[in-house]
């Protein structure tokens, strides 16, 4: 598609999902109004009306509640940029939404026209109330983010991808793959790919091209190694390559089949109960996979087991999304929510999380050093115990509850 092209389909795109969206706000507008009589009722006030995207970000800049969440300050004349790596980003909006109408809207509109003079998208535009901005802020920093949590047995029990079963003197697992999904590294490997010859000839290759990214060298047909046979070239496209995977059989005699398990449940988490009484440590049987929850779930078993035998008592389980209080090093609480649970060769399980109400990806919150990452016993050190929030983010209990 030329770049004109690209350019008008875009902004037809745009144009569309522009309208799309207002349609949906008169109609939302529409059904909300049956709550009142009528989005004008009897007495001719309006009782309900849908402000635009454009308004809400004109007067978050105007108000400069931008810096809320970006620094905590507003000394830049709130021209920050709106930040979407908070949760609580929403609830700024939800702020400027309802203290918009049409005398808001007309104050607005002699604030461009002042900022306009001086060069500015908006003059500054007074709050609603005396100490608006700290007002506000005192409340949305006691915001805590409400995740949504499922517990049902939901989602792919395993990877599409089909293994081999364990072969060689090794018994590892073997999986067929484009050589361009190989690294450099795992070609010079003398145990990567698994046949001989082919490993020996796509090495040769790489050395002749000298060396670099498989996954551009060998986009070129004309790059690939080859075998020769009765005066035919064969290309060599995929190989055979050992993973270092636990696979599980699925079907049975000729319908058995070598999959990697897909998606982790959710982890159960039991204390060692010492003579006095106490947790000596905390600890857990291992990571439930979907496809354990699912075998569970056929055989009428509870989904979450919460017997390990003496001495173990169980403390709680968690999965994704739910949120544990911990302490914080500084002598206060903090909430964090569960954002992965990983389990390693030697069979130490891992539970990572995250601030509760940080919105941003993994790699990002990684590289931030905001990501924790906890055995089952750091938690105790840390005195965590699982909280569950209502919709408003308000905690309901404390205790245990699974």
Same mark, same amino acid.
């Given at each position: ?10 902004? #037809?795109?745009? *144009?569309?999902? !522009? ?9 939302? +507008? %529409?059904?909300?109004?049956? &709550? ?64 918009t ?48 949590v ?5 989602? #792919?029990?395993? *990877?599409?991808? !089909? ?9 590892? +697992? %073997?999986?067929?793959?484009? &050589?361009?999904n ?94 006095n ?20 779930h056929r ?31 500084l ?42 990452t ?29």
């Amino acid at each position: 598609m030329a770049d004109k092209e690209l350019g008008e389909f875009l902004e #037809a795109f745009t *144009k569309r999902q !522009l309208n799309d969206t207002a349609y949906a706000s008169k109609l939302a +507008t %529409r059904y909300l109004g049956l &709550l009142y009589g009528g989005e004008i009722d009897i007495h001719h006030r309006r009782r309900v009306s849908a402000s635009s995207g454009g308004v809400t970000k004109y007067l978050r800049d105007a108000w400069e509640l931008n810096g809320i969440l970006n620094d905590g300050s507003t000394t830049n004349g709130g021209r920050f940029p709106k930040s979407r790596d908070d949760h609580r980003h929403h609830a700024v909006d939800a702020v400027v939404i309802g203290l918009t109408n049409q005398s808001v809207i007309g104050e607005l509109s002699q604030a461009a026209k002042q900022g306009f003079l001086y060069g500015k998208p908006f003059a500054r535009l007074d709050g609603s109330w005396p100490n608006f901005i700290p007002t506000i802020r005192s409340e949305i920093v006691r915001i805590a983010v409400s995740h949504r949590v499922s517990k049902k047995v939901s989602g #792919a029990m395993h *990877k599409d991808t !089909l293994y081999s079963p364990k072969l060689g003197p090794r018994k590892q +697992t %073997r999986l067929r793959t484009d &050589l361009r999904n190989l690294s450099e590294a795992d070609i010079q490997s003398e145990n990567r790919i698994a046949d001989k010859g082919v490993r020996e000839r796509v090495q040769k290759k790489l050395k002749s091209l000298g060396g670099g990214d498989p996954e551009k060298l060998f986009a070129n047909a004309e790059n690939l190694p080859f075998f020769e046979k009765e005066g035919r070239i064969i290309p060599i496209k995929k190989a055979r390559v050992n993973e270092p995977v636990t696979t599980r059989q699925i079907g049975e005699k000729h319908s058995a089949r070598y999959v990697k398990t897909g998606s982790n449940h959710h982890v159960e988490i039991f204390a060692e109960i010492g003579p006095n009484g106490q947790a000596k440590k905390w600890d857990t049987p291992g990571v439930v996979k979907m496809m354990g929850a699912y075998k569970r779930h056929r055989e009428h078993q509870p989904i979450v087991s919460k017997e390990m035998g003496e001495p173990w008592k169980f403390v709680f389980s968690l999965g994704d999304r739910e949120v544990l209080e911990c302490d914080d090093g500084l002598g206060k609480r903090r909430l964090l929510v569960v954002r992965g649970i990983s389990e390693e060769k030697t069979g130490s399980v891992k539970i990572e999380l995250a601030p509760i109400n940080d919105a941003r990806q993994k790699d990002k919150i990684k590289k931030s050093g905001q990501w924790i990452t906890k055995s089952p016993n750091e938690l105790r050190k840390w005195n965590a115990r699982k909280v569950m929030l209502n919709p408003l983010g308000e905690p309901i209990t404390t205790e245990a509850h699974d």
